[in-house]
């Protein structure tokens, strides 16, 4: 079974530091992804990135990145220069290979992510 | 706006009532998801239609039912309410290649918000 654990409930970062979010997961499947989505107090689920089990680089977009520790099982969201913006909850989420159809996508239970200014 | 059109938006409702969530996917894509986020349980698989085909079932109460369209755009069904059943019900569509291409990224639909009283 696939499971993805994010240990920080919360987190309050100074509006400009960068943040780390944590995700771990657990699969036996060789082949899968990983996921970030950012979701705001309105109540949408925002994907920011997207890291393949076998992607040689870590993924960028932006100002986000995805330290993938393949060896360690860790999947962390890298955001830079934070924003106020970017205060919202955050879920890190796995699925398998697809082979006929789909598999399903497996959710963190999220971080809340809280930028001071 | 992500493409996936989710409607309503919100609804309120009593229990033993029944209503119907309708999503529309991105053009393109031929897989729909669906999901249901609450407070105590978080975000929770239902069920996966492909192509009108139902491909996978999750935490999905008999109570709950959906379909796949002809046209590809799908309904949830939520009958004999309960409170518990409030919660924010997602849709989601993905073009769903075969393997693991960083091209099956789930899109989200803006949500629709259920209030059962």
């Known amino acids: 079974a696939q499971k993805i654990t994010q240990t920080q409930p919360g987190m309050f970062v100074q509006e400009k530091e960068a943040v780390t979010l944590d995700c771990t997961y657990d699969?036996?499947?060789?082949?899968?992804?990983l996921f970030w989505y950012k979701q705001p107090s309105s109540g949408e689920m925002i994907f920011l990135i997207y890291?393949?089990?076998?992607?040689?680089q870590n993924a960028t977009e932006g100002r986000y990145s995805l330290n993938f520790q393949k060896a360690r099982k860790s999947a962390n969201l890298v955001i830079s220069a934070s924003q106020l913006g970017d205060s919202a909850m955050y879920f890190c989420?796995?699925?398998?290979?697809?082979?006929?159809?789909?598999?399903?996508?497996?959710f963190g239970q999220g971080t809340r992510l809280t930028i001071n200014p | 706006d992500s493409g996936v059109t989710q409607t309503p938006k919100h609804l309120i409702t009593a229990t033993g009532q029944r209503v119907t969530l309708r999503c529309s996917p991105r053009?393109?894509?031929?897989?729909v998801y669906w999901y249901q986020q609450s407070l105590d349980q978080g975000l929770q698989f239902l069920i996966h239609y492909y192509n009108g085909e139902e491909r996978a079932k999750g935490n999905i109460l008999e109570r709950f039912s959906a379909q796949q369209f002809p046209d590809l755009h799908s309904e949830l069904n939520l009958s004999s309410l309960e409170l518990g059943d409030s919660a924010l019900y997602f849709c989601?569509?993905?073009?769903?290649?075969?393997?693991?291409?960083?091209?099956?990224?789930?899109?989200f639909g803006a949500g629709s918000r259920l209030t059962v009283l």
């Open positions: 053009s393109g894509d031929l897989s």
């Open positions: 699969t036996s499947d060789p082949s899968y992804g």
């Open positions: 989601a569509s993905s073009v769903d290649m075969p393997g693991n291409s960083g091209a099956n990224v789930l899109t």
């Open positions: 989420a796995m699925r398998g290979r697809i082979i006929q159809g789909a598999q399903k996508l497996v």
């Open positions: 890291q393949g089990s076998y992607d040689q």
